[in-house]
């Protein structure tokens, strides 16, 4: 009892510590993220959602029982896959002592993901996922689930057959069909692609809730376990709960650290490297970076000085569709990066066109990066010092924010 309460002190403590941390950069809120498997979904058991088309993850897991490496990767909207790589640290690598030496046992496994109806107004977004095709078995299982978002939650509610479902918490609804559905084989052969499983053996209602908190990096994962770990290869696990909770803190655009508790007694911890082929494209070809050079302030913006800003943030800076507007004492730009991978290149050139041509009795600069997937990103330039020379700054800061859409 001591030890539970000693890990959910941890865990309260990390999510406390990152929200009062003071960052440079606040990322975009999150959306979707992965799971401790790999692929989108709550922390063991998945979601109906997608990443965005052509995301790329590399991910991280760690427990007592089990290390999960996987990379997954949205090939459409409507499709994910993912690689994964399991090692199982309470068994040997095999049956023989002197030939496993001190390497434990390796798993390889593939999973899909497909979506079978796209989120509406009012209806869920639903989806069919299978785990562990052409591997050993151990993790094999597929599921029907559905995710449906209102305001900063998003909700999910499914049904869950094999590794996933070994609760057996209902009654599967096809043996009503044939009594051959109420059997699964165990395991299977290696590299064997099978579907002769499909909805056998128990079943279990899964499901969970993913909060977007007010603070962009922070989202909370609240989920109810489908298995109950009897029949695990790592071992017969002690669950304390089907009650499992978790922390996704967004450390970057490209990287999320993740934080669980689960089973009532387990801690684990793990981190997803993203990027995504499909939102950028390299600039094999670039254009020479704005010099910094400060011409004297105009009263108000100027509509030739405007015009040749905007180009030059469209195909210097690469903003598509790129706006500028002046209220009060901050000057400000969004649009749509297009260009860089590193959008600190965007936003550095951004600034260098900006500053060299501002309206009088401007102290700030907001540069908004509009991004397809996760809202919007709000690069705010102050001047760190109030002396000015002959109408040029002397030094300025950066500092960024986002914004949260719903």
């Known amino acids: 009892m001591k030890k539970n309460s000693y890990l959910l002190s941890c865990l309260a403590i990390a999510v406390s510590s990152a929200c009062h941390a003071e960052v440079l950069t606040y990322p975009d809120p999150l959306g ?16 109906a959602r997608i990443a965005p088309e052509g995301e790329f993850s590399v991910n991280y897991r760690d427990n007592d029982q089990y290390r999960f490496y996987s ?3 949205a090939l459409f909207p409507w499709l994910e896959g993912t690689i994964r790589y399991t090692d199982v640290r309470t068994r040997k690598y095999s049956q023989w002592e002197d030939f496993s030496g001190d390497q434990s046992y390796k798993d390889k496994s593939f999973d899909f993901k497909l979506r079978l109806w796209e989120e509406g107004y009012w209806l869920p977004q639903v989806a069919f996922g299978k785990r562990d095709i052409a591997g050993t078995g151990l993790f094999d299982g597929e599921y029907l689930v559905a995710s449906k978002q209102a305001g900063p939650f998003d909700f999910t509610l499914g049904m869950a057959w094999g590794y996933a479902g070994n609760a057996g918490n209902i009654t599967n609804p096809f043996c009503r069909v044939s ?6 084989a165990e395991s299977h052969d290696a590299g064997d692609i099978s579907f002769s499983d499909i ?16 603070w962009n990096p922070l989202r909370l994962k609240l989920e109810y376990d489908g298995n109950n770990y009897q029949n695990d290869f790592a071992g017969k696990l002690p669950q304390a709960s ?9 450390a970057a655009s490209w990287a999320d650290l993740n934080l669980s508790y689960e089973r009532g007694n387990t ?7 993203r990027t995504n082929f499909n939102d950028l494209r ?12 400060p ?9 030739t000085t405007v015009a040749n800003q905007l180009t030059a943030l469209k195909y210097n800076a690469g903003f598509d569709a790129p706006e500028i507007q002046l209220r009060d004492k901050t000057l400000y730009m969004s649009g749509q990066q297009y260009k860089y991978r590193d959008s600190r290149e965007a936003v550095d050139r951004a600034n260098r066109i900006l500053v060299n041509n501002l309206p009088q009795g401007v102290e700030k600069i907001s540069v908004t990066q509009k991004a397809r997937a996760y809202g919007d990103g709000d690069y705010r330039n102050r001047r760190s010092q109030p002396a000015q020379t002959a109408g040029r700054y002397s030094a300025w800061s950066i500092r960024a924010t986002a914004t949260t859409t719903c």
Not at 32 to 47: A, E, K, R, V
Not at 199 to 214: C, L, M
Not at 282 to 293: E, V
């Open 32 to 47: 979707s993220s992965q799971s401790d498997f790999g692929g989108t979904g709550l922390l063991q058991m998945p979601n």
């Open 71 to 73: 990379t997954s990767v």
């Open 179 to 184: 009594d051959k559905y109420c059997h699964r």
């Open 199 to 214: 909805f056998r053996g128990p079943a279990s209602i899964f499901g969970g809730i993913e909060y977007q908190t007010p």
């Open 242 to 250: 089907h009650f499992n909770v978790g922390a996704v803190y967004r």
């Open 267 to 273: 801690l684990m911890f793990g981190f997803t490297l």
């Open 282 to 293: 390299p600039a094999l070809r670039d254009t020479p970076k704005p010099a910094y050079q």
């Open 295 to 303: 011409a004297p302030e105009s009263e108000g913006l100027q509509y």
